[in-house]
Structures are given as structure tokens and as C-alpha cells.
């Protein structure tokens, strides 16, 4: 078994601790939204939402940012778990966050910087970087990069490498690159997403990611796929893929622990998320992204980890939920606080609050993302 890091026992300090769910007052659960990840997000989503009213919280569906903030505006939600993805309306890099802030709503997890730079893996690489964390070996390649540029990155970066988006998540438009012949179709392919590219060094070995909650560091999960790696099938539609959770043992467990929780400070990341790192086959880690609002479907490695933990589903989202309360000694500087707005204190004494059938509803019409499906 793996020795026991002393802030795993850690549980949401400072974080008040909800035993009423009145309490939340009505919850907006959003989900959905218009970004590569929607599939994923409904499906936590609606996992979230049923967990939630099992433990008696009046939480409704909501999908997507516009019809979120028009309800907001009518003052018919107290605060809101975001169980969006991604971004471009995926709800994940900052923009909601800022737009809640500005209404004075509270909400879940990071707030605008966190989530901002988590997002961005070039920018989370670079303030990793400027800490003396490990990170793999990268270039940031721009939108539009010329044939000469990019072959000149790999020579740069050395094969095996990487090449994704730089901000997407659920490894959409990733792909593994051994040899320079499989280089432009794998840049074909994570063009086909907004934003830059970025290439890093394949890192051979074990495929690790810790969740936080609170500051609860969570026993790390190895994860192993059937397939060559840890991509989109192997997520969330395969029932091969081995969780091995713990995944060290003594003082690799607690090494791994707290690089993960000094990786999520040093981004400004707050109330919930999970690090994925890579392990290579010396024993050295290196940081790969932090997801600032974790998938939590059926296949997600937040409830597993919980899991171990003994701590179950349900005690996981009432958990995140507390964290739009406001935070008291984070450590980390941003967004300490979740105001209570007035119309947040509206919604939750009831008054100025439609009927149900007037509310949004994901599950009633969730329409066609924007930006695609996968």
C-alpha cells in the first residue's frame, strides 16, 4: 500500500463544510456547451445533476453558456457547478468564469486565471518551466505554420514526439509522431481544432494522473490502455482500459502527490481538478495539463480515485459543490471568493423563481454543438 501523504487527509480546508443542501440554494448545473468535448460534458453532466438531487439539492440542467447567463440574469439560480468542457463554449478556459464573476454568481472550481491558463498548455508549460517543474521538452508552434517551420520544431524537439492542439482536452487531435514521414498529417489533424499546436517529447512510459479536491490530494491512478495509449476511445467508450489505483507505492505515491499539487497552485487552480503526468522508465515525472473541471462519467478518474479514497460519487459532487462557497486560506491567491449576490439570495429564498418547466433543460434539447462533434 502506498504511504499516506499528509495532505491527502486534507479535507476542503477552509472550504465550508454544507450538512443542509438548502444550503446551495438553486443549483445551475451547466453543461453541454459548443466545444469538441459536448458529448463528454453531457454525459458527466447528467451523471452530476442525478447525484445532486439524490442528495436533495434543487439542481437543474442547463446547456450551455447563453442560456446559462440568461438565466442567471433573470435571477432564477443561487450558483452553479460548471461540468462544462473545454473551450469555445466548453466553459473550461476562463470565459464563463469571468462572465460569472462580473454577475456576482458563485461557482465551482478555478476561477478566470486558473482556468485561463490551464487551458493553454503552452502557458501552463511555460510557468511550470519558470518553476523548475518538469515538464516534457516542447515548441509552440502558431496557427498556420509553414511546412519548414514545423519539420524544423520536430528536429528541435526529437522523435518520438507529440502533436495536439494546445487547447483542447479528452486527447482530441492528438497524435503520436515516431518518425518525420507521420509528421503533416498529424499536424493536419490537430489544425482541424481552434487555436495553436503544440509538439512536446514523447515520453515513454506509465501514464499517471492525481485528482484534487479541495486540497485533498487523491491517491494517483496508473493508467493502463489496451491500445498504444490513452486516447479519446480508451476514455470514454473502451472497457478494456486497466485503472490501477494507487499507482505507486511509498515514497514515489507521495513524490507524485505533491508535484501534482504544486503544479495546480502554481497555475492559480482552486476547488477541484486533476494532473496528468507521465512517468518515464527511470522513475522521473514529468507534467502534462491540469483539467480544470474533470469529465465525471461513468469511465472518469476523479470518481475513481475518490473511490479508493472512500469517498463516493455523490460525496464527490457535494463536495465540489461547496467549493462556490467562499474559500478562506487557498494558498494560492485567486478567486478566494464566491460572493453571494442579491439575486443569488433570491433564488435561494425562492422568491423570483420560475416553475420547472420554465427552467432550461439539457436533457429536454440539447441541440447541435457548434463547433462539431466527434
Known sequence: MAATNPESRIVNPGAPR?????????????????????????????????????????????????????????????RVFNILHGQHGGGEDGVLQGALESLNVPYTGSGVLGSALSMDKVRSKR?????????????????????????AAARQVGFPLIVKPACE?????????????????????????PGDLLMETLIEGEEMTVAILGRQVLPSIHIVPKGAFYDYNAKYVAEDTQYLC???????????RALALEAFDALGCHGWGRVDVMRDRSGRNFLLEVNTAPGMTSHSLVPKAAKAAGIDYEEVCWRVLETSFKEQGTGNGERGTCRSSDAANRASDGSSVPSAERLPDAARSPGDPDGGTL
Not at 447525484?51 to 432564477?76: E, M, Q, Y
Not at 510557468?127 to 519539420?151: C, D, E, M, N, Y
Open 127 to 151: 510557468v511550470w518551466q519558470s518553476l523548475g517543474l518538469p515538464t516534457p521538452k516542447f515548441v509552440a508552434l502558431a496557427r498556420g505554420s509553414g511546412a519548414a517551420a514545423i519539420h
Open 18 to 78: 454544507i450538512t443542509d443542501p438548502a444550503q446551495f440554494g438553486r443549483v445551475a448545473v451547466v453543461m453541454g456547451g459548443s466545444s469538441a468535448e459536448r458529448e463528454v460534458s453531457l454525459d458527466s453532466g447528467r451523471n452530476v445533476l442525478a447525484a445532486l438531487t439524490g442528495r436533495g439539492v434543487d439542481a437543474h440542467a442547463i446547456d450551455g453558456i447563453p442560456a446559462l447567463l440568461d438565466a442567471l440574469r433573470a435571477g432564477h439560480f443561487a
Open 169 to 193: 482536452g479528452s486527447s482530441v487531435g492528438v497524435t503520436r509522431v515516431f518518425e518525420e514521414g507521420q509528421l503533416d498529417s498529424a499536424v493536419a489533424l490537430a489544425a482541424r481544432y
Open 246 to 256: 494507487p499507482g505507486l507505492e511509498g515514497a514515489a505515491e507521495d513524490e507524485l
